[in-house]
T-cell receptor, first 111, second 120 residues
Framework: GENVEQHPSTLSVQEGDSAVIKCTYS??????FPWYKQELGKGPQLIID?????GEKKDQRIAVTLNKTAKHFSLHITETQPEDSAVYFC??????????FGTGTKLQVIP | GAVVSQHPSWVICKSGTSVKIECRSL??????MFWYRQFPKQSLMLMAT?????????EQGVEKDKFLINHASLTLSTLTVTSAHPEDSSFYIC????????????????FGPGTRLTVL
């Protein structure tokens, strides 16, 4: 089955700096890679996703890159704000198969 | 956007009792709903996949007789924790997939807000 590794487990950045979270996956058949933001006591919220036919996708301050050859994908948050503080999960899936989650990254943005 | 609700948001029960958690897709029809369990500071662990009108598919290690799942309609799935014990205390989260999605793999899942279960 799919295995998704995520690094780092915790990340502290100064407000205004950029944050990068990296994930690797094991199943070369995976073709859908969503990223979720989870605030304390709440369910995960989809913030951006990318499919295997695209190398990069951007939505305002958030961008995701995908390297299919290396089986790496990353989340980039620019101009971080305190409200970006949360736990972020990457995930991977193939077609309509179940989604496998990474272990999560706790991001702290220091004002 | 796609909205998923859960009820209740939190529940406290005595050991040995059963608890039912509801998951609803509010503005779309979901042929598939997923149930996850999340322990503190850990990732989401898939418990089962629920397809409307058919039996749920449970992940390895999840007791199907203890965690009863019913998906009777395209907008409602329920998870019943039977004979709950303190070790069942956790954050239970459902998600739903919109079968109408036609772009790409159509595998977007939308999550509910979660249900905090505490078994005394």
């Amino acid at each position: 089955g799919e295995n998704v590794e995520q690094h780092p487990s915790t990340l502290s950045v100064q407000e205004g700096d950029s944050a990068v979270i990296k994930c690797t996956y094991s199943d070369s058949a995976s073709n859908y890679f969503p990223w979720y933001k989870q605030e304390l006591g709440k369910g995960p919220q989809l913030i951006i996703d990318i499919r295997s036919n695209v190398g990069e996708k951007k939505d305002q301050r958030i961008a995701v890159t995908l390297n299919k050859t290396a089986k790496h994908f990353s989340l980039h948050i620019t101009e971080t704000q305190p409200e970006d503080s949360a736990v972020y999960f990457c995930a991977a899936s193939e077609g309509y198969q179940k989604v496998t989650f990474g272990t999560g990254t706790k991001l702290q943005v220091i004002p | 956007g796609a909205v998923v609700s859960q009820h209740p948001s939190w529940v406290i029960c005595k050991s040995g009792t059963s608890v039912k958690i509801e998951c609803r897709s509010l503005d779309f029809q979901a042929t598939t709903m997923f149930w996850y369990r999340q322990f503190p500071k850990q990732s989401l662990m898939l418990m089962a996949t629920s397809n409307e009108g058919s039996k749920a598919t449970y992940e390895q290690g999840v007791e199907k007789d203890k965690f009863l799942i019913n998906h009777a309609s395209l907008t409602l799935s329920t998870l019943t924790v039977t004979s709950a014990h303190p070790e069942d205390s956790s954050f239970y989260i459902c998600s739903a997939r919109d079968y109408r999605t036609t772009s790409g793999s159509g595998n977007e899942q939308f999550f509910g807000p979660g249900t905090r279960l505490t078994v005394l």
